[in-house]
């Protein structure tokens, strides 16, 4: 069996489907979108400007306050108060440079109370806008580390599935890297394809509660063996449907339809064509396609020749055509099927999509 797994191991590095540091790409796909969770967390861009913006509106207010003299002028002078109160961490900078400003503002004042009133009262906003900036950051870093916290969970149970079957030891990383190549070959986005990826990664996690002797049964399952182990992509999405950053990747409806079909066939809720989410359909044809191409207790593993037949003769009715397409550009770039069958196959499906 260790021959088996080592054998498979170079299909996969054949491929270019290197172990990829799966915690930096979760933590990456978990920190992109959640920069409005801060008020703070702004672009380089953004903040560059700020830090302009804080320079010329001091200028302004001291050179406007040499000739006029309003308190109008002092929302001028709050402007860079704000800003350094938003960006500056330490308090006490934050606050003697608030004091500095109010100092100017001060000096070209006119004397009376409404300068001095309006001088503590912007002290006080600078002061109370640095703890909002504090909490807030403070709020985003932890918001951050407890969806790390569970992804890593998540990614442990999907582990433990494959400990489980030592017959699909690397399924669920072969079935994420699959999915991220042919995501990469379609044009989509980077962000749809590290959703992609990362829903391959988890895609079997509801077999955490699949028995034992289903899941390393040494033969073929009965009707109502399969109709147990079917359960597993509902399971699946009920264990991570409640965590907010899987559902607006759409890696939920991923995990819970990764094994419907074109025709309708599939489970667990019998969705056809267009109802299928797309990345559901890559996650199918690589799911498929990995299960081909690795052995199990009860057959032989097919060749990637023979497992690509299969891609393209059920393209339309188990896979989408389109991604069973791109999937067998995959395998002719990296030399894995020859370049003639692929063009063959190009035909076929062509035909196919268009009836």
């Given at each position: 069996m260790k021959n088996d797994l080592d054998l498979h191991k170079l299909s996969r590095n054949g491929l270019g489907l290197q172990s990829l540091d799966t915690e930096t790409e979760v933590r990456n796909l978990l920190l992109t979108g959640n920069d409005h969770f801060c008020p703070v967390s702004l672009g380089k861009k953004t903040t560059v400007s700020l830090w302009v913006l804080m320079v010329l509106s001091i200028g302004a207010a001291v050179w406007l306050h040499m000739y006029y003299s309003s308190p109008l002028l002092l929302g001028l002078y709050a402007v860079p108060v704000v800003i350094v109160a938003l960006y500056v961490a330490n308090v006490y900078l934050v606050s003697t440079f608030a004091a500095a400003v109010m100092g100017i503002w001060l000096f070209f004042s006119e004397t009376g109370w409404i300068p001095v009133i309006g001088a503590a009262a912007l002290l006080l906003i600078s002061m109370l806008i640095r703890r909002v900036a504090?909490?807030?950051?403070?709020n985003f870093v932890q918001k951050v580390e407890f969806e790390e916290l569970f992804m890593n969970t998540i990614l442990s149970f999907s582990k433990s599935i494959d400990a489980r079957d030592p017959y699909t030891a690397f399924?669920?990383?072969n079935v994420a890297n699959y999915a991220k190549k042919i995501a990469t070959e379609l044009g989509m986005s980077s962000r749809e394809i590290e959703a992609v990826h990362l829903a391959g990664l988890i895609h079997d996690i509801g077999k955490i509660g699949t028995p034992e002797s289903i899941l390393q049964k040494e033969s073929r399952l009965t009707e109502e063996e399969y109709d147990v182990m079917k359960k597993h992509a509902e399971d699946g999405y009920q264990i991570?449907?409640?965590i907010k950053r899987l559902q607006e990747i759409g890696a939920t409806a991923m995990?819970?339809?990764h094994h419907e079909r074109m025709d309708g066939r599939g489970y667990p809720q019998?969705?056809?064509g267009d109802q299928i989410p797309f990345g559901a359909r890559i996650l199918?044809?690589?799911d498929a396609f990995d299960a081909m191409t690795t052995n199990r207790s009860y057959r032989q593993k097919l060749s990637m020749e023979t497992a690509a037949d299969e891609l393209r003769r059920h393209s339309g009715t188990q896979f989408d055509p389109m991604v069973a397409n791109a999937f067998l550009r995959v395998l002719v770039e990296d030399g894995l099927i020859p370049a003639e069958e692929e063009q063959g196959s190009l035909g076929l499906m062509a035909s196919l999509?268009?009836?």
């Open positions: 504090v909490v807030s950051q403070r399924h669920s990383n991570i449907k409640d995990v819970r339809h019998g969705l056809k199918a044809a690589c999509q268009k009836s």
